[in-house]
């Protein structure tokens, strides 16, 4: 029984010739793609990609017909689209992120970090002045509406899966529908509501407000996808022990649930760090130093990109595209110190 379980393993390394069959098909399409695209009137990268996908499904399906097993067509054809999403993946990811990557390094200076732009005039050297005031001003915007939005949005998400009350189809719909708003939607709201009525003043919490606006469906949704995940036995076995729904919520649920909502809460600051359109209705924008975000307008990095762009010098130009690389590795180190501290938690 042992050999026979052996000799049907579905995993079984495949033979030479068969392996050599599946290289002869995936080198020679590209190769016959590009003969074509030469030779007829089909061009660009597009035609390229198109062209090859559709000839690798063709000896895709007469590989698994007739070099394989019959019932391999459709695994083959699925390699294929599996290959061709992740080539398709990456070359769309290369090509946004290739050139802020280059162009970013190719004009980085050190003291671009550290000092601000309150000197620095239009297509002024890269070495006079800088862009740390919106770095700082980012971090701060981010991080307090990152303060509102993560624990409303996670109280929503515990609200529509652990307390299920009458107001839960209105909690969905509001949420359903503010992940619709337009970011300058949120940003013209506080302006309107906020800024213009005297409440407030264009600060970095105003700005701070515009991207909570923002933030808030994304963190809930995503919460509480991660809540629904966690199996109704752990609540059911925490309740027959005699805990209360509260403590279940607060010992079993969220410990359980505690890496997604990281995830969530990352998320939701990716979604909201790159937005300029509220910044410009609420923060304002400025070209100093500001570390008080309920005092005075405030820069950040989206904001200083945007004007950088529309000032068209070279020098202005290349110091946009440092803050897009900058704005772009802030963004990778919270992801990866958001993995990290996720993986560590579950060894816990």
């Excluded at 906020?194 to 003043?201: A, E, F, H, N, T």
Aim: proline residues 4%; positive net charge; glycine residues 8%.
């Amino acid at each position: 029984m042992s050999h026979i379980a052996l000799t049907h393993q579905p995993w079984a390394v495949r033979d030479r010739r068969t392996i050599l069959q599946a290289v002869v098909v995936h080198v020679s399409t590209p190769l016959i793609a590009a003969a074509i695209v030469a030779k007829t009137p089909i061009v660009g990268k597009s035609g390229f990609v198109f062209t090859w996908l559709f000839l690798h499904m063709i000896t895709a399906t007469l590989l698994g017909r007739f070099g394989r097993q019959r019932k391999s067509v459709a695994n083959s054809l699925l390699e294929v689209g599996l290959v061709a999403s992740v080539i398709v993946l990456l070359g769309a990811a290369t090509s946004v992120l290739a050139p802020v990557f280059i162009k970013g390094i190719s004009a980085f200076r050190m003291s671009l970090l550290t000092q601000d732009a309150a000197t620095v005039e239009s297509g002024s050297e890269l070495s006079l002045g800088g862009l740390g005031h919106a770095i700082v001003g980012s971090v701060i915007i981010v991080g307090l509406a990152s303060l509102i939005a993560v624990p409303i949005g996670i109280l929503a998400a515990l609200y529509v899966t652990e307390v299920r009350g009458r107001l839960t189809p209105f909690v969905r719909f509001f949420v359903q529908a503010m992940s619709g708003v337009p970011s300058i939607v949120a940003g013209l709201f506080v302006y309107a509501a906020l800024i213009v009525s005297g409440i407030i003043q264009f600060s970095g919490f105003a700005g701070s407000l515009a991207l909570a606006i923002l933030m808030l469906p994304t963190v809930a949704r995503t919460a509480e996808e991660v809540l629904l995940l966690v199996p109704d036995e752990l609540r059911t076995a925490a309740l027959a022990l005699g805990s209360t729904q509260r403590r279940v919520v607060f010992k079993v649920v969220l410990p359980t649930a505690r890496t997604g909502l990281i995830t969530a809460a990352i998320l939701g600051v990716a979604r909201v760090a790159g937005e300029t359109a509220p910044l410009m209705l609420t923060a304002f924008g400025s070209t100093t130093f500001n570390y008080n975000p309920f005092s005075d307008s405030m820069s950040a990095l989206p904001l200083y990109i945007f004007t950088e762009m529309l000032l068209g010098t070279d020098n202005d130009v290349a110091r946009a595209w440092v803050a897009c690389l900058v704005l772009m590795v802030m963004v990778g180190v919270l992801f990866a110190i958001a993995r990290i501290a996720s993986s560590r938690l579950k060894r816990l």
